[in-house]
């Protein structure tokens, strides 16, 4: 036997199951007056810099059904492409920007809408920099492990030639499940857990 | 250690053979909801290294008490009251100060207070079901609330959730983030269940296994239950890696 290198290991995840809202969102599904509104339900203000967008999330089963009781977190840098974090090294970001965001399906129509601004571009270790993107966390019932991926945008064809994540991605059919399409100002992404368009998931 | 640089390092790998699999046929739910392909693996950057925070401002009086903050004045919800408490730390053994820990539960009759649920047992009037805390310098947290009652859930015929308690946790990075279940020392039902039965390894299940902890009880009023959650460590920057980017 060798010395314990005193570690522990990652509580198991369970599934976040059909009542999240209870707990993250719940002014949302009608519990009103313990918080005085949802964390994360708006990103913007008049302060925040930088180019106003749209985005529009669902997410899809295996069966080509949305789902509607799926819960997207989002995390995503400034105008400038800082992050409002304390581990960020490079500079402040803008202070009017948290760049977090929390969003629950719409219980109806299964959609996902938010108001938010196109972040700069962030470096890859080494120094080569990263297309334009935000990054997403998913949870519901059925899913026992939160998913992380990434948005990228649809009209940033160069930068995202040039990104050395998507250029991780062997498949390179599978590329395009990480671009969100762009119509005027809003943004269109479909997150599908499974089947023939099943969106790259990532490891980290 | 003070030769390593601050909260900027990434975090270690995943241990996907300890963290339940995408696909658990026995919680059927996960059937169509898996991812089937190999999720892909890349050096972390900053969008992985950092993470939101939350200031100890925006947690009103009440909202570690589920007892009291959603019922009526001099009045509190009905169940064995308990104090649950304990740690965030990573898998370095480090306290994880000053991150958002939120809570959910069912009431003492095993009902939510979502129009999803239509359980047979009532609501309770004084009980909303869920709270938030931050984690102080040395990653304590702690709350009040009532013990959860088990109840019944559409995945066989006749399987039951053990009382349980939600938790969403934020590390200081984004890829910390994670969400659980707290189970109660003792509960039979526990190993009975189809979703902690997803995960693999009975050591990761009683991890998540509150112990009664008599000493932090408060006499003529609430047990306690101690549960410690552990996020992913952060790779210490002791050589710096020069490999990266040709
Ligand atoms: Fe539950």
Not at chain 1, 30 to 58: C, H, M, N, W, Y
Not at chain 1, 160 to 169: G, K, M, T
């Amino acid at each position: 036997m060798a010395q314990d290198l005193n570690r522990l290991k990652e509580s198991a995840s369970q599934t976040a199951g059909p009542y999240v809202h209870i707990g993250l969102t719940p002014n949302f599904c009608g519990i009103e007056g313990i918080f005085p509104d949802d964390l994360g339900a708006s990103l913007v203000s008049d302060q925040t810099k930088g180019e106003r967008i749209s985005v529009v999330i669902r997410v899809f089963d295996g069966t080509g059904s949305v789902l509607k009781d799926a819960l997207v977190e989002t995390w995503q840098a400034d105008a400038e492409g800082l992050y409002n974090s304390p581990s960020e090294t490079r500079g402040a970001a803008d202070p009017a920007f948290s760049g977090w965001g929390r969003f629950p399906s719409d219980m109806e129509s299964g959609e996902i809408r938010f108001e938010t601004i196109k972040p700069g571009p962030v470096p890859f270790p080494g120094g080569r920099m990263m297309a334009p993107h935000i990054n997403l966390w998913i949870v519901a019932r059925g899913i026992n492990l939160g998913l992380a991926t990434r948005l990228y945008f649809g009209d940033e064809e160069a930068a995202n030639a040039e990104d050395p994540v998507l250029a991780r991605i062997e498949h390179r059919n599978r590329v395009p499940t990480l671009i969100a399409s762009r119509d005027g100002d809003i943004y269109t992404f479909d997150i599908h857990l499974q089947g023939e368009m099943e969106t790259v998931f990532f490891d980290i | 250690m003070k030769n390593q640089r601050p909260e900027t390092g990434g975090f270690f790998q995943r241990d996907r053979a300890w963290q339940p699999p995408a696909l658990t046929p026995l919680y059927k739910t996960s059937v169509v909801r898996s991812p089937q392909k190999a999720p892909i693996a890349f050096p972390h950057t900053p969008s992985e290294i950092t993470g939101p925070t939350f200031g100890h401002g925006i947690l009103g009086a009440l909202d570690n008490d589920l007892t009291l903050n959603h019922a009526r004045s001099g009045e509190s919800a009905i169940g064995p009251r308990i104090i649950v408490y304990g740690r965030v730390l990573d898998e370095n053994a480090r306290p994880v100060p000053n991150v958002l820990v939120e809570f959910w539960q069912a009431n003492a009759g095993g009902r939510y207070r979502h129009k999803k649920d239509g359980y047979l047992a009532p609501l309770d009037p004084n009980f909303g079901g869920c709270g938030r805390t931050i984690t102080d310098e040395d990653g304590n947290y702690s709350f009040r609330t009532i013990m959860p009652g088990a109840y019944p859930w559409p995945n066989g015929i006749n399987d039951w959730r053990p009382a349980h308690i939600h938790f969403s946790v934020f590390g200081h990075g984004f890829v910390q983030r994670l969400i659980t279940q707290m189970y109660f020392e003792g509960d039979p039902m526990i190993w009975k269940c189809p979703i902690v039965g997803t995960i693999p390894d009975r050591r990761a299940i009683e991890g998540l296994i509150a112990a009664l902890d008599m000493e932090a009880t408060v006499p003529m009023d609430a047990r306690a239950y101690k549960f410690d959650i552990v996020l992913r460590g952060r790779r210490s920057t002791l050589f710096e890696n020069r490999m990266e980017g040709n």
